[in-house]
């Protein structure tokens, strides 16, 4: 089992930046691929970035280039740096667990809401 707490989402003007964090408990942290995912109203949630536990990165083709994902595995922590924010990023952002020895094992975090506005 693992526990996902995330934080660091809050008002941001457009073209600012913030960094989510994504704390984990209850497991051997690196034996998990962590990934942000992202909901708009309305909207199904997508995959924003994901990060194997060696460092692997993959992205979105929106946020390329605009958002960075990066882990601690010391701290059991995943970040997502996000700048130049645009009105189309907020949303509520989701944390997600993906065991690497079998991909049915999952965990998702609360969320947390970031809202890109002047």
């Known amino acids: 089992q693992v526990q996902l707490v995330e934080s660091g989402g809050g008002l941001v003007q457009p073209g600012g930046s913030l960094r989510l964090s994504c704390a984990a408990s209850?497991?051997?942290?690196?034996?998990?691929?962590m990934g942000w995912y992202r909901q708009a109203p309305g909207k199904q949630r997508e995959l924003v970035a994901s990060v194997t536990g060696i460092g692997s990165t993959n992205y979105a083709d929106s946020v390329k280039g605009r958002f960075t994902i990066s882990r601690d595995n010391g701290k059991n922590t995943v970040y997502l740096q996000m700048n130049s924010l645009k009105p189309e990023d907020t949303a509520v952002y989701y944390c997600k667990a993906v065991y690497k020895y079998n991909f049915a094992v999952a965990y998702w975090g609360q969320g947390t809401q970031v809202t890109v506005s002047s």
């Open positions: 209850g497991s051997i942290f690196s034996e998990y691929n």
